[in-house]
């Protein structure tokens, strides 16, 4: 059985240095590259609201990354790199069983959180929310190719491991999201009941891998 991948989601809000220069972000992606336990890191600038800029790390374990965020000397330096051309940065983790590069190396990456409303933050209504989004992605995995899709995979979020779920689908535009979903009548009703006891977030970003 595979270990569970371990992906790093950076929610970066960028300025005018990133937009003016892209390549700003070379700094921090070479920073990242040299450290013990970064295994794939990708990057890309968020389709819907265009100021996001989000890099995606898989570690070799959770315990890498923390390593690294405690480290007194290394990590200051990378956050120096990231304040030219930020005005804040937002980290969670997700957990999936299942390789997610498919998704994130088609054209462009869907990434969608569900995160439990007050009062339904239970374990029961999360396994019942991951079990819903299995169900969905796993409909959308079985589309054919013409449809857009590239195989996705879904996994709680590590630091509300009983209260939101992460999914990731690959994509050959954002507009084949829409085409795909009203061609599956099987999944709206689905949809529908998360969004009784879930708050639902979207994004498309075309994600570059740090060579």
């Given at each position: 059985m595979a270990p569970p991948y371990v992906v790093e989601f950076a929610q970066i809000t960028v300025t005018?240095?990133?937009k003016n220069d892209p390549?700003?972000?070379?700094?921090?992606?070479?920073?990242?590259k040299k450290v013990d336990g970064a295994k794939k890191i990708y990057h890309g600038l968020e389709v819907q609201d265009g100021t996001t800029w989000w890099l995606l790390?898989?570690?070799?374990?959770?315990?890498?990354?923390?390593?690294?965020?405690?480290?007194?000397?290394?990590?200051?330096i990378?956050?120096?790199?990231?304040?030219?051309?930020?005005?804040?940065?937002?980290?969670?983790?997700?957990?999936?069983?299942?390789?997610?590069?498919t998704a994130f190396e088609a054209p462009y990456t869907e990434i969608v959180t569900w995160s439990l409303k007050d009062?339904?933050?239970?374990?029961?209504?999360?396994?019942?929310?991951?079990?819903?989004?299995?169900?969905?992605?796993?409909?959308?995995?079985?589309?054919?190719?013409?449809?857009?899709?590239?195989?996705?995979?879904?996994g709680p979020i590590i630091e509300e491991s009983e209260a939101a779920t992460a999914?990731?689908?690959?994509?050959?535009?954002?507009e084949a999201t829409g085409k795909a979903f009203n061609s599956l009548d099987v999944i709206k009703p689905i949809v529908g009941q998360v969004k009784?006891?879930?708050?639902?977030?979207?994004?498309?970003?075309?994600?570059?891998?740090?060579?």
């Open positions: 005018d240095a990133y390549s700003i972000v070379n700094e921090a992606l070479d920073f990242l790390i898989e570690w070799e374990t959770l315990e890498h990354h923390q390593t690294l965020m405690n480290d007194k000397v290394q990590y200051p990378l956050g120096s790199y990231i304040q030219k051309f930020s005005t804040g940065v937002k980290l969670w983790h997700a957990s999936f069983p299942e390789a997610p590069y009062g339904h933050k239970t374990k029961e209504e999360q396994a019942k929310v991951l079990e819903w989004a299995k169900t969905i992605v796993g409909n959308f995995n079985e589309l054919p190719v013409e449809s857009g899709v590239s195989k996705g995979t879904v999914i990731t689908l690959g994509w050959t535009s954002p009784e006891i879930a708050e639902l977030k979207l994004i498309h970003v075309p994600l570059a891998v740090a060579k």
